[in-house]
């Protein structure tokens, strides 16, 4: 049995994804079994809350969002501190 890496992309097929799909598939080795998932079908959305993607585009590997794509997105707190609900 040959070992594989997971390696799933969620994209919204914007040019930033594409850009990070094309980077994902020039980096991959034999080991690597890539899927591009589509953001816009609600079992992919569904999933990439399970993982905890907040924005796109971001990469799993083995079941693991990757450092580079977690903690982001809109995060009422800091989009309060920016000055969204407070009347000028």
Do not use: W
Not at 3 to 15: L, Q
Not at 55 to 74: E, I, M, Q, S, Y
Request: aromatic share 2%; hydrophobic share 40%; net charge positive.
């Amino acid at each position: 049995m040959t070992a594989t890496r997971k390696i799933e992309v969620f994209s919204a097929g914007c040019a930033v994804c594409d850009d990070t799909v094309a980077l994902i598939n020039k980096i991959a080795c034999p080991s690597c079994e890539v899927e591009i998932l589509d953001m816009h079908k609600p079992e992919i959305a569904q999933r990439a809350r399970h993982y905890g993607i907040r924005g796109v585009p971001a990469v799993v590997v083995n079941g693991k969002l990757a450092d580079c794509c977690a903690g982001r997105g809109p995060d009422e707190g800091r989009l309060r501190a920016a000055g969204i609900g407070t009347p000028l």
